[in-house]
């Protein structure tokens, strides 16, 4: 099912951008492009090739840390169930979480915190504490079973990921969470790769239009990305970055109404880039 062209264009592309970002202390990448209606691979690129150390090393389907890019499946869950909608409030400030092994202290991207903000800009935003607060509402238990059931495969239980799971703390292969956000694509249904979505969907079909609304929306991600992000297009899309712990792993997931698009930037061996974020790493890819 792979094209040709797309393939040689999304290395070219891969390889380019890994060049501009040299000095960073970056050296692989992967992307990996999906049909929505027919859940075929159009392109998978798994290495940056030549720029790599490790170029045998398949970074869609490798396990890495997706930081932010599980959230919208989170506030998807929490609509859902009614326990928000995209206008409620939640807050923006220092929250510690009791838990079995102690606090648990969250803290924003910036270290900074926002005051009260709504759903719908603490999701494009990506900002962190109403990510734990969202997930406090909506407990570890259930989400890791949402996570399970869009083919996302956690290795460990939720208890052992705790509240850190609203931040991406399993690791997932590209190749899943990119089908994952193919399903919000879908309106909710989920489907296998190279498969057409199930019936029956995964995520209740309004809130996956709405979370695809809130990730399109450029004015509800300026409090962090301006107005005039990298993350715009020419055409309708949906978009989520993420940062795992220590600059480790750079995603940008998103989708179109025909393709979804998932993007890894990082190091095979798991060494930390230096000031790479989800615009200047995987974004520019995407």
Not at 135 to 152: K, R
Not at 218 to 243: C, E, H, M, Q
Request: aromatic share 8%.
């Amino acid at each position: 099912t792979v094209s040709a062209p797309l393939q040689r264009f999304a290395l070219q592309t891969l390889q380019r951008h890994l060049r501009e970002l040299h000095g960073r202390h970056v050296q692989d990448g992967a992307l990996v492009v999906l049909d929505n209606a027919s859940g075929d691979v159009l392109a998978w690129v798994g290495s940056s090739g030549e720029l790599s150390a490790a170029s045998e090393v398949d970074g869609v389907t490798a396990l890495r840390q997706p930081g932010s890019t599980l959230k919208p499946f989170l506030y998807a869950q929490a609509i859902a169930e009614r326990r928000m909608t995209a206008a409620s409030l939640l807050e923006d400030s220092p929250a510690a979480i009791p838990t079995t092994s102690g606090l648990y202290i969250p803290q924003n991207y910036d270290r900074r915190f926002k005051g009260w903000v709504s759903a719908r800009t603490a999701l494009a935003a990506s900002l962190n504490v109403p990510a734990v607060r969202t997930l406090v509402m909506v407990s570890p238990d259930a989400f890791h079973h949402q996570l399970g059931a869009l083919g996302l495969p956690l290795r460990e239980p939720a208890g052992y990921y705790g509240y850190s799971l609203a931040l991406g703390s399993a690791e997932v292969p590209l190749l899943s969470l990119t089908n994952a956000f193919r399903t919000l694509a879908n309106g909710g249904r989920y489907g296998p790769v190279g498969e057409p979505p199930q019936a029956a969907p995964a995520i209740d079909p309004r809130a996956a239009f709405i979370v695809g609304d809130i990730l399109s929306d450029s004015n509800a991600r300026a409090r962090t990305f301006g107005t005039d992000s990298i993350l715009a297009t020419r055409f309708w899309s949906a978009v989520k970055t993420g940062t795992s712990k220590d600059m480790r792993d750079n995603w940008a997931v998103g989708w179109s109404e025909r393709f979804t698009v998932g993007v890894w930037v990082g190091n095979a061996d798991g060494a930390p880039m230096w000031d790479v974020s989800g615009t200047s790493g995987a974004a520019p890819v995407w």
